[in-house]
């Protein structure tokens, strides 16, 4: 995980916000790659996963369970990162059982850092411990839930040569192991982490920091852990935003896997996807971070390594010092070699156990007049969306859930006086939202999310901020086929 910040419903048609942007609104030296099998070289690689499941670790995860060169011998849940370790635990069993990976031992660590500890924000918190909106259902743990250093321990004993440990979120666990055995560096092939920034922007954007401060959240959550395993024996390599930032996550991304995800890594990261679209906004600064570090463990290749001495400092910064720790970096990627060989990763293997499904499909037409709907919802959950605007001027619609008590009547008489600009009431939440914004005329398509009984379309066009919504009518998900207006 390295920094992604869930947003909270936008405004009533943020994507007013694209329409209105259309309509006038917006010293190293080349190294070879880290060593990441022990002695003797076994023929898959045996790695511990060390996780704080955001939305970029549950990809990565995916990629390293059906790696035919990796050999997934335990998953670490940081406490100390974006998910609180009950959660993590319900979130971490679901994983597995859905890549058909049921066996994988795990267990959490504590949730407190160091003294010098950032926890991360509690509304990004919230969203991780519900698994980002995947459909989980109840599940009964069978003993007393394990703890992220025994596990480590006992994946470490077992394992057939020495393992490495793939770090995706705080470091709080391997410092903590380290702490507990003395023997576990020699023990370890190494550490491969999705760790830092070096000469690239931060993404640290709380407590008044800014990308200048060149901090990444990884690291800042818990320097003192940082400062720990640094202090180490064990070889290290990072992944850090210095390479992860020429990687953003692909806009089309889930449209390119909506092409093909009958595999579970392909239909787990499209179903959270499409739940979460935010993920896919450039705006929101959202990169391949853990994809890229698990790719490139078994492909060293996808990244150019360097070799760099580094010093972390108190807040996690890691500064470049002649008299510092060695460790590898990787330093740039290529976006196309990337993608493609994250698709090639997430398209491998057996489908899922239990594959995602479309709730309901939704077609709205705006003539510039009347916003009108049809189709149909199946149930409560993800919804595609086909949008067909007026031809010669910018629009777009986005589907809004309403809670009760309130009803359509509430939505309709909002807006006359909304603000585009401001955050809607919390009984209103956003649903898919499709945008033309040149004005084409041509059918335009998306997806996402309706967990309320009742919903509806807001259409829209003007220049921003300066907006004339339009709303359709209501309809009930999860009735069926939606009656004709």
């Not at 055995?181 to 954007?205: K, S």
């Not at 078994?298 to 760099?308: K, L, N, Q, T, Y």
């Amino acid at each position: 995980m390295s920094g992604y910040a869930p947003r909270r419903a936008r405004p009533v048609l943020l994507i007013a916000c694209l329409v209105g942007l259309v309509a006038g609104c917006g010293s190293s030296t080349e190294a070879s790659p880290p060593v990441r099998t022990g002695e003797p070289p076994t023929e898959r690689i045996p790695v511990i996963i060390d996780t704080d499941l955001d939305i970029s670790d549950i990809a990565a995860i995916a990629i390293l369970l059906r790696d035919p060169a990796v050999d997934v011998r335990a998953i670490t849940i940081a406490g100390t990162g974006q998910v609180h370790c009950q959660a993590g635990r319900l979130v971490t069993r679901y994983v597995l059982d859905e890549l058909g990976s049921p066996d994988i031992p795990f267990g959490c660590g504590r949730e407190a850092g160091g003294p010098d500890a950032h926890p991360f924000p509690d509304d990004w918190r919230a969203r991780t411990d519900a698994g980002f909106g995947l459909d989980i259902p109840p599940q009964a743990e069978a003993g007393v839930p394990r703890d992220a250093v025994e596990v480590i321990s006992a994946a470490v004993d077992a394992s057939p040569s020495a393992p490495t440990m793939v770090t995706l979120g705080p470091l709080t666990n391997l410092e903590d192991a380290l702490a507990a055995d003395e023997t576990l560096a020699d023990r370890l092939a190494g550490v491969h982490a999705m760790l830092g920034t070096l000469d690239a922007p931060g993404n640290v954007m709380v407590n008044g920091l800014e990308g200048k401060d060149q901090l990444e959240w990884n690291a800042y959550a818990d320097p003192s852990a940082v400062s720990a395993v640094f202090a180490s024996d064990v070889p290290i390599s990072i992944v850090p935003l210095d390479a992860t930032k020429d990687v953003p996550v692909p806009a089309d991304l889930a449209d390119r896997l909506k092409t093909d995800h009958k595999a579970a890594g392909a239909d787990l990261v499209y179903e959270l996807l499409v739940r979460n679209p935010d993920r896919l906004r450039a705006e929101d600064g959202q990169q391949l971070w853990d994809e890229l570090a698990a790719l490139a463990l078994a492909d060293a290749d996808v990244v150019s390594w360097e070799d760099v001495t580094v010093t972390p400092g108190d807040d996690g910064r890691l500064v470049r010092d002649d008299g510092g720790r060695n460790i590898r970096v990787a330093a740039s990627a290529d976006a196309t070699s990337v993608e493609t060989a994250l698709l090639d990763a997430l398209r491998r293997g057996e489908p899922r156990a239990t594959p995602f499904a479309i709730a309901g499909s939704l077609k709205v037409a705006f003539d510039g007049t009347t916003c009108s709907i049809t189709g149909s919802s199946d149930q409560a959950g993800v919804h595609d969306l086909t949008y067909t605007g007026p031809a010669g001027q910018p629009s777009g619609v986005t589907v809004i859930g309403i809670q009760p008590p309130h009803t359509w009547a509430d939505v309709t008489s909002l807006l006359p006086t909304i603000d585009a600009q401001a955050s809607p009431p919390p009984w209103i939440s956003e649903g898919p939202s499709a945008t033309d914004a040149t004005g084409a005329g041509a059918p335009v398509t998306a997806t996402g999310a309706l967990q309320t009984d009742v919903a509806g379309p807001i259409c829209l066009t003007g220049a921003f901020p300066n907006l004339r919504f339009v709303p359709g009518p209501s309809f009930q998900v999860g009735g069926g086929a939606i009656p004709a207006s």
